[in-house]
């Protein structure tokens, strides 16, 4: 299952505010982020990185 819909199927669970960024904008993050994309930040910190696990997610997010 792909990672956004990993994100919208917590969400619907577990309401969180969900920001994605377009990396190709910005060199900087498209530099850093380049070869591990999608990934998912939680609470400031990097949480995912090419897989969301549903379970880890919600542990994540406090449910």
Do not use: K
């Amino acid at each position: 299952m792909s990672a956004r819909r990993v994100l919208e199927q917590v969400q619907a669970e577990v309401p969180f505010e969900l920001e994605e960024i377009d990396i190709t904008s910005d060199p900087d993050l498209e530099a850093r982020y380049r070869e591990r994309i999608p990934v998912v930040v939680v609470g400031g910190e990097e949480a995912f990185t090419y897989f969301v696990h549903p379970d880890a997610l919600r542990r994540r997010l406090g449910a």
